[in-house]
Nanobody
Framework: QVQLVESGGGLVQAGGSLRLSCTAS????????KGWFRQAPGKERELVAT????????EYADSVKGRFTISRDNAKNTVYLQMNSLTPADTAVYYC?????????????????WGPGAPVTVSS
């Protein structure tokens, strides 16, 4: 089993920045690709960004390209999501996910482990 815990969420004004962190514990060797998803009230969970184990490949949702950056520090078992130029449309609960697969993955169902989520609220 792999346990994931997100941190860094909160309230920020439009145009501001936040950095989310997700630290893994447990059988961390069994997780490869990591991803960040978000779910706003009344909407489906959607991919924000995903990154392979080496960091060589990343993929972003069109809505966050150029504003968000995903990165990871494998020595710390931590993946990050730097979010800049935030808008109220970015308000959601952000979830960290880990997969045992080694390619970029955009589908929530192909992730094996999930964190409890970190709320992010962007005020106008």
């Amino acid at each position: 089993q792999v346990q994931l815990v997100e941190s860094g969420g909160g309230l920020v004004q439009a145009g501001g920045s936040l950095r989310l962190s997700c630290t893994a514990s447990g059988r961390t060797f069994s997780s490869n690709t990591k991803g960040w998803f978000r779910q706003a009230p009344g909407k489906e969970r959607e991919l924000v960004a995903t990154i392979t184990y080496s960091g060589a490949r990343t993929e972003y949702a069109d809505s966050v390209k150029g504003r968000f950056t995903i990165s990871r520090d494998n020595a710390k078992n931590t993946v990050y999501l730097q979010m800049n130029s935030l808008t109220p449309a970015d308000t959601a609960v952000y979830y960290c996910a880990a997969s045992t697969r080694s390619m970029v993955i955009s589908t929530p169902g192909r992730y094996d482990y999930w964190g409890p989520g970190a709320p992010v609220t962007v005020s106008s």
